[in-house]
């Protein structure tokens, strides 16, 4: 059973960082894409980065290009991601995803497994 568990999330100011992890568990960790993904309150959940099997490969959604940055630890079965530079319009719950997807992908509805998310909230 895949199992994705997302830890990091927390209340901060604006301009201020946050590092989210997800550890997954139940797959070969190396063989999957991780991507992460947002969503607020009444709106739709919206693709922020993903990583490639191997990490050598990033992409990143235009609203946190330059500010945040995916990796991941395939030692560790750990993907990552560093959020620099926060706005309040970050505020959301984020969720990991695996992909078994030969190639990175932005939509949500190509990811096999979910995390439950956890909460980060911007304050102006």
């Known amino acids: 059973q895949v199992q994705l568990v997302e830890s990091g999330g927390g209340l901060v100011q604006a301009g201020g960082s946050l590092r989210l992890s997800c550890v997954a568990s139940g797959l070969t960790f190396s063989t999957y894409s991780m991507g992460w993904f947002r969503q607020a309150p009444g709106k739709e959940r919206e693709f922020v980065s993903a990583v490639s099997r191997s990490g050598n490969r990033t992409v990143y959604a235009d609203s946190v290009k330059g500010r945040f940055t995916i990796s991941r630890d395939n030692a560790k079965n750990t993907v990552y991601l560093q959020m620099n530079s926060l706005k309040p319009e970050d505020t959301a719950v984020y969720y990991c995803?695996?992909?078994?997807?030969?190639?990175?992908?932005?939509?949500?509805?190509?990811?096999?497994?979910w995390g439950q998310g956890t909460q980060v909230t911007v304050s102006s």
């Open positions: 995803a695996a992909d078994r997807a030969l190639v990175v992908v932005t939509t949500p509805y190509s990811y096999d497994s």
